[in-house]
Every structure is written in C-alpha cells, then in structure tokens.
C-alpha cells in the first residue's frame, strides 16, 4: 500500500511593501516641485518673462538683470510677498569634519502657516561654489521666526567662506 502525497500548504505570502515614493510623499512633492521649479527657471534664463517686456531702456534691462542673477529661485508666484525676504543668513563656520555651516533665520512674512525648503551655496574666496546645503521648516506660524543651519557634506578648505541663497521655497502647511 502506498501513501498518498499532498501537495504542500501555500505558504503565506508577506503584505508587499508600498514603493518607496508613495512612503515618503512630502519629500517627494518638495523635490518634484524644486525639480519643476528648476527646470522652468532655466528655462526661462532664471528671469520672469514679464519682466523684460517691462524694462524700458537697455540699461534698465542690463540692472535689472543683474539684479535678477542675484535673486535666489522660488516656484513661489507671490511677486509682492517674494519667500527671499523671509530668508536671514549668519556668518559661515565650519564644524568639526571641516564641512561649513550657516545659521538661516527664516521670518514667515505671509499670512498663512508656512513650511519652508532653502537651498545655500558656499563660495571660496574666489566666489567659486565648493559645497551646497539645506535648511527646511514646517509649520512656521504667520509672523513667526525660527531658527535653523544649512550644512554641507563637503569638507572645505581653510580660508574665506560666504554663504549665498540658491533657492527659496515656501508653501501654506497643508490644513492651514
């Protein structure tokens, strides 16, 4: 007499883990927009179109572009309230790996509760870019002030460092 054999029992299978950017939907849409915003900035020559139809004179297009490369980037399309001027930038130190570090004093000068993406550079004597790094905030209440640091990665050489904003982004918290 032979046995019968059975087919073994499935086993159970493990609940599939959601994709990595479904996990993580905020830093997604922060980067999606940085990505967006940069792409239309460069795009664009970093310069509103509106801004050149404006200009009268060739050496008031010439100051006002100037002044424009200067501008750090925002997708933000509030022209009177721009997100720059909530941005205050301390003197640059370095921490004990060598990487710089800037204090970042950011005001919430809009009406809503606010969270906040900076991107800053940091520049050698020369003005030549040797490191990046950010400085985020949520829910910055309307007319608060926070503060915060941007660190880089990089380890930096000994000498004169200035820290410049890149990009500014500000957008109302969700539910506020």
């Known amino acids: 007499m032979t046995t019968p054999e059975y087919a073994a029992a ?60 200067d501008d750090p980037l925002s997708v933000s399309s509030n022209k009177t309230n721009k997100p720059k001027n909530d941005i205050d930038l301390g003197s640059v130190t370095t921490d004990s790996l060598g990487s710089a570090q ?6 919430n000068n809009s009406s809503k509760t606010s969270d906040y993406w900076v991107e800053v550079e940091f520049l050698d004597a020369n003005g030549k870019r040797i490191d990046t790094g950010v400085a985020s905030e949520n829910a910055v209440a309307a007319g608060q002030e926070v503060d915060t640091q941007a660190v880089g990665i990089e380890q930096v050489p000994d000498g004169t460092i200035t820290a410049k904003v890149l990009t500014v982004d500000r957008f109302a ?4």
């Not at 800037?102 to 005001?107: A, K």
């Open 173 to 176: 918290t969700a539910g506020s």
């Open 102 to 107: 800037v204090d970042v004093t950011i005001t």
């Open 10 to 69: 499935p086993s159970p299978q493990e609940p599939k883990k959601k994709p990595w950017v479904r996990r993580h939907k905020f830093v997604t849409g922060v980067a999606g927009l940085a990505i967006v915003g940069g792409t239309i900035a460069a795009a664009s020559g970093g310069e509103p179109a509106e801004a050149e139809s404006k200009a009268s004179s060739s050496a008031a297009k010439s100051s006002e572009s100037d002044a424009k490369k």
